[in-house]
C-alpha cells in the first residue's frame, strides 16, 4: 500500500506529515522505500509516497550491508511500478558506518547540489527507509564527510515526522533503556521507540528491552525474567507485575539486577512517577 507524506514549509523550518505510515523499527508488513512522488500525479501539496519490497531483498545478518541495500534500492535499483529515486542521478554511496544507533551516510557527487525542499525530500526519504531497520533510531547524512553548510540540520529522527493518521502508529516516545556493561553496572541507551495502537508506553519499554541493547558493549537482559513481566498504569503509577516461577530460574543477583534495569528504564518515561513491583499479582516493597 502506498502511503503519503506531506510537507509544510512554516518560517524557516519543514515538518513532514506523514499520513498513515510511520518509522517503523520493528521489521513487518514489508520494508518501505520512500521517494519523491510527481507533482503531476499527486496534487494539493503530497511530496512524498512510498513503495514496499519484501524483507527478503536484503542481506540477512550483517546491519551495515542491510543499510547499503536499502540505499542501493533507493538509489536506482528498485524496480517497484512508479518509483523514483529521491536521490538524484551521479550520486555515489561513499560510507555507511552504524554509531550507538545512528547510521551515518556519506555521499558524494550530485547529493551536495541539492538545497531547499528537494535536499529536505530527499534527507528525509533516506532516514525514513532506513530507520526501520532494527537498530537504526537517527540518520545523519554528510556529502565528501563534510556538513552542508545551507542545511540546518545534518542528524534526522524518527520524531522528526509528524503523523497525521492513527491507523499504523500513535506516536514515538523517548526513553533510557538500561543494560548492564561487562563489569556488571548499569549504562542508559538513549532510545526513540514507536507506539502502537493499543499498547501503552511502559509496554513499548518491556518490549525494547527485550530486543536487547543496541551498543554491543552492553548485555542483553534475562529473557525468561522478562516473558513472565507485565504492566500497568494507574494515574502516572506503572505497576510491574513479576511471576515468580520465571524469576526463580534466574541466579538472585541476576533477577535484583534484571529489575533495577525494568524499573529505572520505565521511570525513564515522562509521564511515570513511579514504579510499583507486585509479585504473583501481589504487591511487594522489594523483591526477596
Same mark, same amino acid.
Given at each position: 500500500?502506498?502511503?503519503?507524506?506531506?510537507?509544510?514549509?512554516?518560517?524557516?523550518?519543514?515538518?513532514?506529515?506523514?499520513?498513515?505510515?510511520?518509522?517503523?523499527?520493528?521489521?513487518?508488513?514489508?520494508?518501505?522505500?520512500?521517494?519523491?512522488?510527481?507533482?503531476?500525479?499527486?496534487?494539493?501539496?503530497?511530496?512524498?509516497?512510498?513503495?514496499?519490497?519484501?524483507?527478503?531483498?536484503?542481506?540477512?545478518?550483517?546491519?551495515?550491508?542491510?543499510?547499503?541495500?536499502?540505499?542501493?534500492?533507493?538509489?536506482?535499483?528498485?524496480?517497484?511500478?512508479?518509483?523514483?529515486?529521491?536521490?538524484?542521478?551521479?550520486?555515489?554511496?561513499?560510507?555507511?558506518?552504524?554509531?550507538?544507533?545512528?547510521?551515518?551516510?556519506?555521499?558524494?557527487?550530485?547529493?551536495?547540489? $541539492?538545497?531547499?525542499?528537494?535536499?529536505?525530500?530527499?534527507?528525509? *526519504? +533516506?532516514?525514513? &527507509? %532506513?530507520?526501520? /531497520? #532494527? !537498530? =537504526?533510531?537517527?540518520?545523519?547524512?554528510?556529502?565528501?564527510?563534510?556538513?552542508?553548510?545551507?542545511?540546518?540540520?545534518?542528524?534526522?529522527?524518527?520524531?522528526?515526522?509528524?503523523?497525521?493518521?492513527?491507523?499504523?502508529?500513535?506516536?514515538?516516545?523517548?526513553?533510557?533503556?538500561?543494560?548492564?556493561?561487562?563489569?556488571?553496572?548499569?549504562?542508559?541507551?538513549?532510545?526513540?521507540?514507536?507506539?502502537?495502537?493499543?499498547?501503552?508506553?511502559?509496554?513499548?519499554?518491556?518490549?525494547?528491552?527485550?530486543?536487547?541493547?543496541?551498543?554491543?558493549?552492553?548485555?542483553?537482559?534475562?529473557?525468561?525474567?522478562?516473558?513472565?513481566?507485565?504492566?500497568?498504569?494507574?494515574?502516572?503509577?506503572?505497576?510491574?507485575?513479576?511471576?515468580?516461577?520465571?524469576?526463580?530460574? $534466574?541466579?538472585?543477583?541476576?533477577?535484583?539486577?534484571?529489575?533495577? *534495569? +525494568?524499573?529505572? &528504564? %520505565?521511570?525513564? /518515561? #515522562? !509521564? =511515570?512517577?513511579?514504579?510499583?513491583?507486585?509479585?504473583?499479582?501481589?504487591?511487594?516493597?522489594?523483591?526477596?
Amino acid at each position: 500500500m502506498k502511503r503519503k507524506l506531506i510537507v509544510l514549509t512554516a518560517l524557516a523550518l519543514v515538518l513532514l506529515a506523514l499520513a498513515g505510515c510511520g518509522v517503523v523499527q520493528k521489521e513487518q508488513e514489508g520494508l518501505r522505500l520512500y521517494y519523491a512522488a510527481s507533482l503531476d500525479t499527486h496534487r494539493g501539496g503530497d511530496a512524498i509516497d512510498s513503495v514496499t519490497i519484501d524483507w527478503d531483498e536484503l542481506p540477512q545478518g550483517d546491519q551495515v550491508a542491510r543499510a547499503e541495500s536499502v540505499l542501493a534500492l533507493l538509489m536506482g535499483m528498485c524496480q517497484e511500478k512508479g518509483f523514483q529515486s529521491p536521490i538524484p542521478a551521479g550520486t555515489t554511496l561513499r560510507s555507511v558506518t552504524i554509531i550507538g544507533g545512528t547510521a551515518c551516510v556519506d555521499f558524494s557527487g550530485s547529493y551536495g547540489q $541539492l538545497s531547499g525542499m528537494a535536499l529536505t525530500i530527499a534527507d528525509y *526519504c +533516506v532516514a525514513l &527507509s %532506513l530507520t526501520q /531497520l #532494527e !537498530g =537504526i533510531y537517527a540518520v545523519r547524512i554528510t556529502v565528501n564527510e563534510q556538513d552542508l553548510a545551507y542545511r540546518d540540520n545534518d542528524l534526522f529522527l524518527a520524531g522528526d515526522v509528524l503523523l497525521t493518521s492513527m491507523d499504523d502508529v500513535v506516536r514515538t516516545l523517548t526513553a533510557r533503556l538500561y543494560f548492564p556493561n561487562s563489569d556488571g553496572d548499569l549504562e542508559a541507551e538513549e532510545r526513540l521507540l514507536t507506539q502502537y495502537e493499543g499498547q501503552s508506553a511502559a509496554d513499548v519499554v518491556l518490549s525494547a528491552l527485550g530486543d536487547g541493547p543496541s551498543d554491543d558493549d552492553l548485555q542483553p537482559l534475562a529473557e525468561k525474567g522478562l516473558s513472565g513481566m507485565t504492566v500497568r498504569m494507574d494515574n502516572g503509577v506503572c505497576q510491574l507485575n513479576v511471576a515468580s516461577a520465571s524469576m526463580e530460574e $534466574l541466579e538472585d543477583d541476576t533477577a535484583r539486577q534484571l529489575l533495577l *534495569c +525494568v524499573t529505572q &528504564s %520505565l521511570q525513564s /518515561l #515522562e !509521564g =511515570i512517577s513511579s514504579v510499583q513491583l507486585y509479585i504473583d499479582g501481589t504487591y511487594a516493597e522489594t523483591y526477596e
